[in-house]
């Protein structure tokens, strides 16, 4: 059975970092492109940006609501994905879900974890 | 960027009954859009990709239809479990981009 089990949110100050993990068990982690997604309370969904396997260099993309301050990294020894956030903003407040990716065919979706809420308030 | 406009936002309708969602992309897409069902306090779930490919396990009331700009998602018998948020996104082009949602509610 596919899981993807995210970590790491918490309550975190304006202008501060937090990391958040993705744990990947039930599939070979290493073959698929990985993405996050968040949603801010009571809002609708946001891609944040995606990584892609060791084929392809592990090479990235970013929304551009985010760029230049969350970096998106994976380790396949570990079966995990990360998501590092830095200079936070409150409107980053929001569930970040990791999502995997098809191995054959387009960017969408086809598993979600359960969400971790980050909370970013003085 | 792509924009996804979804409509309506919100429709109440009842069992059984046949329930249309709308999903218009800024630009053409060809047919690389796919339609997300989340109930509240879960994570979203994948229905259809390539516009109108039913993922697997998904009930073959849901159906969805278009190409280019223009696509639907259709529920051809609205069930108590479809009650719930439902999302386009195109995968045509980064950045990946989502609709606004559309609320379906119990009439």
């Known amino acids: 059975e596919v899981q993807l089990v995210e970590s790491g949110g918490g309550l975190v100050q304006p202008g501060g970092s937090l990391r958040l993990s993705c744990a990947a068990s039930?599939?070979?982690?290493?073959?698929?492109?990985m993405d996050w997604v968040r949603q801010a309370p009571g809002k609708g969904l946001e891609w944040l940006g995606r990584i892609r396997d060791e084929a392809h260099r592990y090479t990235t993309e970013y929304a551009a609501s985010v760029k230049d301050r969350f970096i998106i990294s994976r380790d396949d020894s570990k079966n995990s994905l990360y998501l590092h956030m830095s200079s936070l903003k409150t409107e980053d407040t929001a569930v970040y879900y990791c999502?995997?990716?098809?191995?054959?065919?387009?960017?969408?979706?086809?598993?979600w974890g359960q969400g971790t809420l980050v909370t970013v308030s003085s | 960027a792509i924009q996804l406009t979804q409509s309506p936002s919100s429709l109440s309708a009842s069992v059984g009954d046949r329930v249309t969602v709308t999903c218009r992309a800024s630009q053409g897409i060809d047919n690389n859009l796919a339609w997300y069902q989340q109930k509240p306090g879960e994570a979203p779930k994948l229905l259809i990709y390539d516009a109108s490919t039913l993922e697997t396990g998904v009930p073959s009331r849901f159906s969805g239809s278009g190409s280019g700009t223009d696509f639907t998602l259709t529920v051809s018998s609205l069930q108590p479990e479809d009650f719930a948020t439902y999302y386009c996104q195109q995968f045509k082009e980064y950045p990946l981009s989502l609709g606004g949602g559309t609320k379906v509610e119990i009439k």
């Open positions: 039930g599939f070979r982690f290493s073959d698929h492109f």
């Open positions: 999502a995997r990716d098809r191995i054959v065919g387009g960017a969408f979706f086809e598993s």
